[in-house]
């Protein structure tokens, strides 16, 4: 009947023989521990407060709507996420702070925000009953959207006018200390301007990588001249021309200051994640290169979430007036969110523009540049499995 | 430099300009100061976000990964309950005779599709749970005891609501199931047993299908004759041919298959099966089954055909939460017994059955699909079961009403 690898024929007829087959079957001997303690596990999870905590507003106001209930739920358990995404990043934040990075689980963090982009549920609500409550009370969203390092210069303009009036007294503190704390951003880009091989005079990456890309594309150039004038050869002086700016402008450290609004990361920090780009495969690189993989897909996650509850929201209310009282198109600001300012490690992505050939990187020799398998440092207080030192 | 299509040009100069101020998305008030219901209390947050407490961090060895593991059983408990109002729900149209009217059955559909849409999510969550390492567990997983999954109230209501067999249940699960629930609980339980399952319910609106009546459409015995006579002229067919291996296996074929529908017709077999537990379904529910099968495309039978679809996937979807599991638990803990007392990782594969497959005999169903030809033919003029039950103009001038709420759902 079915063709589940784990069925066995016993299973399938229930007559009085097979029955007895079943009772001296190994997998289904077993005491019963827990008939003497039965709540152990609703007391354990507190079950008494998260299912009693539906109280619809339309029940409440004597016209029960069934569909608020989903609504109700569906909330809930993204805020229940959002706790577990704070509770990984502030682990990870705090990991930082005291220098053990050797351990993070940047996985962790990431599978939590995947959880919350995947629901995707559709609904009826009736808004009247819930007017003025609006996701932007939201008080753990703006938690996390802070301490990954979404700036307040870069929020949107109806944003950063009235994301902190909607929290009093101590949320409001909770809310200013995160914009205080260090930042899961600058945290990264510390320790990104640590990563080895950057020290001038020591392997000094950027000085021969800079001279490498300019030598690579001199002999480009001397190579493309020789060619025979054709309407080819002119598109390719033309790309070899974008290309040099692109190189130019990469090694400008005065125009990286200038175009501040556009970079998140210190130009330092940037030359480290260019180093660990390069030398992805060097065993002291590699996890490094997994951690900035993970930061850019929870930025591409994030904005993927904020598109799906976008889409959501248009085909929901239209152009009706939000319930947080934002313009007549809310949908309209939402989707005013969905944009590079809230990525917060867009300089990562934007790496991608610097790639060179594999024979422009310069070469690492590990019999002299030690820094590629000697671990920063051994520090005999780190212990795996604590969170707090020893 | 970026490929957001939302992105406009105007918001990526150095300066807020004016433009940017005085976007139309940037407009609007702020409500939420006044005061009135606001967010935070409407979803009770305060007892929701304060149910979080390690038992690790009481017994003073704070292990990081048991918050995870609160939050996702946590999760879970939050969902069980959503698809409890929904089964409920459902059950309820059932029970007050709503579903005769047959307007009705979109809502039946959406809900249960709605269900099918949860548990995706409840299988998916899993993944979220995997990246705890075994060893990680292992540093926590000392102090939970007593506490185990078999205490999940919700879990098992809605197993029972939905109409699992307590004579199927394999042996550990059947002996032990009960006793973890005392007073309320386990009256809540009891009652959710003896209160009119999705299963049963479903059988009686299938028996009530139009067109089974032996006095009128006769569906039934329309379809035996078909078949019998279908089958008669494959075996001339046959027999006619010249002799060779081939022939013989397509006789022996054809043997298979006419057993297969002697069965079918045979009420009494049907009877015995039904008593053993073998079959879940009565005899009229699976001739109403069947023709839903047959004549799903008639508008009337459309809807009631994508019930039966949402059903089994149902059935599949909490198989396969089952087998998720299994295979999570057998990473966790291995061979080791459960902290509720059973075998662990080999009770649980062994609940991964078609034993817990409520509507089993609807996917079994395919057994008996025959060419489109020998389905009885329907004449819309003469059969008058092709109309729905309701009046027709009646259901256009409520249909009316029903379209200023902006009711949405999708398949």
Not at chain 1, 113 to 126: E, G, K, Q, T, Y
Not at chain 1, 141 to 146: P, W
Not at chain 1, 299 to 320: A, E, F, P, Q
Not at chain 2, 267 to 279: A, Q, V
């Amino acid at each position: 009947m079915s063709g589940c690898p784990y069925f066995q024929k016993k299973f399938v007829s229930t007559s009085k023989q097979h029955l007895k087959e079943d009772e001296n079957d190994d997998s289904q001997t077993g005491v019963n521990k827990a008939s003497k303690g039965g709540r152990i596990y609703g007391d354990y999870l507190q079950l008494d407060k998260i299912v009693t905590s539906q109280v619809l507003q339309s029940e409440l106001k004597g016209n029960k709507i069934h569909d608020e209930h989903l609504f109700i739920v569906t909330h809930q358990a993204y805020e229940l996420w959002f706790k577990q995404v704070l509770w990984e990043l502030d682990s990870v934040r705090e990991i930082f702070i005291s220098g053990h990075v050797s351990s993070l689980k940047h996985e962790d963090l990431l599978f939590s925000i995947i959880a919350f982009s995947s629901i995707d549920l559709r609904f009826f609500v009736h808004r009247e009953y819930l007017s003025p409550a609006s996701g932007f009370q939201s008080l753990q969203f703006r938690l996390l959207e802070n301490k990954i390092g979404v700036p307040h210069n870069q929020r949107v303009p109806y944003n950063r006018r009235h994301y902190r009036d909607n929290f009093r007294d101590q949320e409001s503190e909770l809310l200013l200390h995160s914009e205080q704390e260090p930042m899961l951003l600058q945290l990264v880009e510390q320790w990104l301007e640590r990563t080895p091989g950057l020290e001038e005079d020591g392997f000094n990456f950027w000085g021969k990588l800079e001279t490498n890309i300019f030598e690579g594309l001199r002999r480009e150039k001397e190579q493309i001249e020789q060619k025979p004038a054709s309407e080819m050869k002119e598109e390719m002086m033309a790309e070899l021309i974008k290309q040099r700016d692109i190189f130019l402008s990469l090694f400008d450290v005065k125009r990286h200051d200038h175009s501040s609004r556009d970079r998140r990361l210190s130009y330092k920090a940037l030359q480290g994640a260019l180093m660990i780009y390069f030398y992805r495969e060097e065993p002291r690189f590699q996890v490094p290169f997994q951690l900035l993989t993970s930061l850019m897909d929870i930025d591409t996650l994030m904005t993927k979430w904020r598109y799906n509850h976008v889409c959501m929201v248009h085909r929901m209310i239209g152009s009706k007036d939000g319930t947080g009282g934002s313009s007549g198109y809310q949908y309209q600001y939402l989707r005013s969110t969905v944009s590079d300012r809230y990525k917060v490690f867009v300089d990562l992505f934007n790496l991608a523009t610097f790639l060179v050939p594999r024979e422009w990187v310069p070469k690492l020799d590990p019999s002299e540049h030690t820094f590629l398998y000697m671990a920063e440092c051994c520090d005999s207080s780190y212990c795996s499995s604590s969170d707090d030192s020893d | 430099m970026s490929g957001c299509p939302f992105l406009g040009r105007k918001l990526f100069t150095s300066k807020p300009s004016q433009a940017e101020e005085e976007d139309e998305s940037q407009k609007g008030i702020n409500k939420a100061t006044k005061g009135g219901i606001v967010y935070g209390e409407y979803l009770q947050l305060d007892k929701v976000l304060n149910a979080q407490v390690l038992q690790s961090q009481q017994k003073g060895d704070k292990i990081h990964d048991e918050h995870l593991f609160i939050v996702t059983h946590q999760a879970y408990e939050l969902w069980f309950k959503q698809i409890l109002w929904e089964l409920d729900s459902v059950r309820d149209l059932f029970i007050k005779k709503h579903v005769r009217d047959e307007r009705n059955m979109l809502k039946v559909v959406s809900r249960i599709h709605r269900i099918t849409m949860i548990f995706k999510l409840l299988v998916e969550q899993f993944a979220v749970l995997e990246t705890m390492t075994a060893l990680d567990f292992f540093d926590f997983r000392e102090y939970l005891s007593p506490a185990s999954g078999f205490q999940s109230l919700q879990f098992r209501l809605l197993e029972a609501k939905i109409g699992v067999a307590d004579h199927l249940r394999v042996p550990y699960n059947r002996r032990h199931y009960r006793d973890n629930f005392h007073g309320q609980e386990s009256e809540t339980l009891l009652s959710s047993e003896q209160e009119p399952t999705l299963l049963q319910l479903v059988e009686k609106w299938l028996e009530r299908t139009p067109g089974l009546e032996n006095d009128g459409f006769n569906f039934w015995g329309k379809l035996q004759a078909n078949i019998e006579e279908g089958l008669k002229m494959e075996k001339h067919k046959l027999e006619k041919m010249e002799d060779s291996e081939v022939k013989e296996d397509l006789l022996a074929e054809l043997n298979k298959q006419t057993e297969i529908f002697t069965a079918l017709f045979d009420p009494k077999r049907h009877e015995h099966l039904l008593s053993k537990g073998e079959l879940r379904l009565s005899y009229k529910a699976l001739q109403g089954a069947l023709m839903i099968n047959f004549y799903r495309e008639e508008p009337r039978f459309q809807v009631p055909f994508q019930l039966l679809t949402a059903l089994m996937e149902i059935d599949t979807l909490m198989t396969k939460w089952r087998y998720n599991h299994v295979c999570m638990v057998h990473r966790m803990i291995g061979s080791k017994a459960g902290t509720g007392g059973s075998s662990g990782y080999h009770y649980l594969r062994s609940t991964v059955s078609d034993r817990y497959k409520v509507f089993v005999d609807l996917f079994n169903l395919t057994k008996f699909l025959v060419p489109r030809s020998w389905v009885p033919k329907l004449n819309p003029s003469i059969h008058k079961l092709l109309w729905s039950e309701c009046c027709f103009l009646k259901y256009f001038t409520l249909t009316l009403s029903l379209f200023q709420c902006h009711y949405t759902f999708r398949m």
